[in-house]
């Protein structure tokens, strides 16, 4: 299986934190990744504090575009995930980027429940590389290293 070409999608939805998809989006577009907001709960959704976020793509326009990904971000909470789960689209998205060996990067929390309700090990075992990113003042740094792996070919 072909790796993705390095696009990374942060997707962007009702009660997403916001702290966390703007950290990700600015560190990885600082180490020159190609990243987008994709938006999977309409054009223009605020978040969990209320700070209202734009996205590049809806979840329909980057569905084309999962075999070019090397990494999606879901920055929101466990809770958030089972409405999240039921849209079909999202379902296959995750289905598509699993198949380019894409990494999955999750809050703790977030880490079984986005795994359990969305069913992603079920296709392919071992295929997915999950990482959960830590909160607080280590999330940078984390998202800077991440971003510097996703830079190597």
Not at 69 to 80: T, Y
Not at 85 to 104: E, G, K
Not at 122 to 128: F, I, K, S, Y
Request: proline share 5%; with cysteine; hydrophobic share 50%.
């Amino acid at each position: 299986m072909v790796k993705g070409t390095g696009l990374v999608f942060v997707l962007w939805g009702y009660y997403c934190d916001e702290a966390v998809a703007s950290i990700f989006v600015t560190e990885f577009r600082k180490a020159g990744l190609l990243v987008k907001l994709v938006g999977i709960s309409g054009s223009r959704t605020a978040g969990a504090h209320g700070l209202a976020l734009t996205p590049d793509l809806m979840l329909s326009e980057a569905v084309t575009l999962a075999h070019q990904v090397g990494a999606v971000v879901f920055p929101c909470a466990a809770q958030h995930w089972r409405r999240f789960a039921n849209d079909p689209t999202l379902s296959d998205l995750l289905h598509q980027v699993q198949t380019q060996q894409a990494r999955l990067i999750v809050g703790a929390d977030a880490a079984v429940e986005a795994l359990a309700s969305l069913d992603l090990l079920a296709d392919q075992p071992g295929a997915v590389s999950v990482e959960v990113y830590p909160g607080g003042e280590a999330l940078i740094p984390f998202a800077q290293q991440l971003a510097q792996d996703l830079r190597q070919p």
